[in-house]
């Protein structure tokens, strides 16, 4: 028996939260063909729905509800007895927790990190660090969260379940590849888990796990229009590339970096020397020809080295960074080191750039935002530090990690 009409468009993961609590509560909610925004503008639905956005739904004696949210609570709450809603006043406050972390502390980072990925928003660099920041403090919180539960607020599949994991849907499509999401061993087997129950996997057939992270890129990232139409008014402007390319005289674009003051410092040549010669030659060769006027030197840290395994994994970690930085080997140098052993590890990197910024190239791939980067000031410690990077043995003088970690080297990989 249907409880309701659903307004919204097809594949929406907003309505979804309605349609699987539909199916556990045993009910159904109809869901027409709609079109939106143009059906939310009849005086009907303005006067039901005034903040014109969907889904909303009409129960079944016209009575409205909007809010996702409300809405699968609505339909949850049909049959009480299947326990959506939590069984003890501490069960139904934990469901208001993961459906407000849902909304606060997940959504609004996600639509950052990919609305100007589908045309939604305008990128920009600053709030897409922040945001993918942010975004790994939550998903820490829900990986620490679910080390001892199956369920975010019950021993049971609760509504907040269904709303935590229809909101991180597009993210693990699209955001959380095969490594980003590696660390989060809890969190997806939470998320595989909700995803395979029975009343779910009928609805999401055609889930795919994202192998690469899509990552934005302005020429192909513009705004589509029918999707112009569907964005939030605030964000209705054009995209427009974060990083300025300054055309060239042959029509083409060029990047920033390729238009400073040209320096005597050749990256190629370097790196043919550090693969051709010993690292004690190396040093010298380095410290004899780079020019920090036209490149700087950043230590990169990793920031959840709790969340590190197996060194193996954690040299997985660094490979796929590296994959996703190709298009930054023509402005980088890097040497990342891992110390300690198997769960009980740390993870540092030196890079030498162009510039006096960390190249767009580089900064853009979502793995990096896992780091603190540090320009390095040159001084006896430093220069110590970098040695050490480009031995990686610190027993050899002038070499030292003694300002980073006390831990022990174990395992390093240079990006060249
Ligand atoms: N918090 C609301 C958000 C609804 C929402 O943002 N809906 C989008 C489509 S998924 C929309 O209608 N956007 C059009 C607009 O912002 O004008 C909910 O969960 O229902």
């Not at 192998?211 to 008014?233: L, N, Q, S």
């Not at 036209?294 to 990793?302: D, F, N, P, R």
Request: a negative charge.
């Amino acid at each position: 028996m249907s409880i309701g009409t659903l307004y919204s468009y097809p594949q929406n993961p907003r309505s979804l939260k309605a349609h699987i609590a539909a199916k556990y509560v045993g009910k159904s909610v109809e869901e027409p063909v709609f079109d939106f925004p143009a059906g939310l503008q009849t005086d009907e639905m303005k006067e039901l729905f005034p903040m014109a956005k969907i889904p909303v739904f009409k129960t079944e004696c016209g009575k409205p509800i909007f809010e996702s949210n409300a809405i699968a609570y609505y339909v949850a709450a049909q049959d009480e007895s299947v326990g959506l809603l939590g069984a003890t006043a501490y069960e139904k406050a934990l469901v208001q927790t993961f459906m407000s972390f849902a909304d606060n502390e997940i959504n609004p980072h996600l639509a950052t990190l990919l609305y100007p990925i589908l045309g939604y928003y305008k990128f920009d660099k600053d709030a897409h660090t922040a945001a993918a920041s942010s975004l790994r403090r939550s998903l820490n919180a829900l990986e620490k969260w679910l080390i001892t539960r199956t369920y975010v607020a019950s021993e049971q599949v609760t509504i907040a379940d269904i709303v935590l994991f229809c909101t991180m849907i597009p993210l693990y499509k699209m955001y959380l590849d095969t490594i980003t999401r590696a660390p989060f061993v809890n969190l997806n087997r939470w998320f595989n888990t909700i995803l395979n129950q029975p009343n779910v996997a009928c609805l999401v057939t055609d889930f795919e796990y994202c192998e690469k992270a899509v990552v934005y890129d302005p020429a192909i990232h513009k705004p589509a229009a029918a999707k112009e139409e569907a964005k939030p008014a605030a964000a209705k402007e054009e995209a427009k590339p974060a990083a300025a390319a300054a055309p060239a005289a042959d029509g083409k674009e060029k990047n920033p970096l390729d238009l400073l003051p040209p320096s005597s410092f050749v990256l190629d040549n370097w790196k043919r020397f550090y693969s051709n010669n010993s690292e004690v030659d190396s040093i010298k060769y380095f410290w004899d020809n780079v020019d920090l006027e036209g490149y700087s030197l950043w230590l990169a840290s990793y920031m959840d080295n709790h969340l590190l395994k197996q060194t193996f994994m954690t040299c997985n970690l660094i490979n796929g960074l590296f994959q996703r930085s190709d298009r930054a080997r023509k402005y980088a140098f890097g040497s990342f080191a891992i110390f300690g052993e198997d769960n009980n590890s740390e993870l540092f990197a030196i890079y030498l750039v162009r510039g006096q910024e960390i190249p767009f190239e580089l900064a853009d791939t979502p793995d990096l935002e896992s780091y603190t980067t540090k320009k390095l000031e040159i001084n006896d410690e430093t220069k110590a530090l970098v040695n050490a990077f480009l031995t990686w043995d610190d027993s050899i003088e002038g070499c030292s990690f003694a300002s980073i970690t006390n831990k022990k080297f174990n395992e390093g990989k240079i990006f060249k």
